[in-house]
């Protein structure tokens, strides 16, 4: 059997994985991981000095980059790795969301940005745990977390509790905190439910623009990935 390795953590790694047999990798940064089907391995590879170790140790027939559209360093990583190795490389990526009537969107290249459109206003931060640091100089925001993280401004308010979240949980907590702008990453897939909250409230959303893609070969469904495997 032909050793596909598939960087995963999101929904499309892991209809791929349930779809083709494949070997997963997980970066491990979530506690109880919602496991694909197959083969797993869990953890980072080391750099790109790591991954071009381990694409020489374990010659897969091909790499597939599904990971996150934020996850910009293990993507760039796979890029640089696989040129090295001479791996064939796709990257899978579900579309970005397209703004809607009824709509307020302002774009932005980063989550620096974001930051600075935001201003004085009062912004509820969906980006992501990992995505708060370029937020800590703003004074009113509105975070929700599993628990209260350390180091964030005590000026903040933190909503307790864990996603999804649904249309009425967006809704009451934009009103409840006097919500003046969301902050979101462009992260795609199903319709999200914060995006349509804001839209009912007629409030503006900041989006921040994925980083570019650096893979030479993309497709957008799991379906196209399969037929580039079966290609290769
Ligand atoms: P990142 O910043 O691009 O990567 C940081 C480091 O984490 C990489 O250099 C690599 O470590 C390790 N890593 C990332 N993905 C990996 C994978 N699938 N397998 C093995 N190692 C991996 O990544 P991130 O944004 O922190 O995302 C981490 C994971 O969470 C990814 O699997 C991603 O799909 C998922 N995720 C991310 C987001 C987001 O908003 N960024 C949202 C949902 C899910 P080494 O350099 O040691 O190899």
Redesign the pocket.
Known sequence: MPLIL?????AE?RELASRVPVL???????REPELPAGDV????????E??VAWLREHRPEAVV?????????????AVEACRAVDVPLLRLQRPGWAEQPGDRWTRVPSLAAAAEAVGDRRALLT??R??VEPFLGLQHVVLRAIERPEGIPSSWTVVLGRPPWSLEDELAQIAEHHVDVMVT?D?GGPTAPKLQAARQAGLEVIVVDRPPVLAADVVDTVTAAEAWLLAH
Do not use: C, E, N, Y
Not at 6 to 10: A, F, P, R, S
Not at 24 to 30: E, F, I, P, Q
Not at 41 to 48: D, P
């Open positions: 598939v960087l995963g953590g999101t790694a997963s990798s997980l970066a491990g940064r979530v391995r869990i953890g980072g590879f080391g750099g790109v790591g991954l980059d599904a990971t996150h559209p934020f996850a910009a360093q293990m993507s760039r990583h980006t992501g990992q995505a990453k992260s």
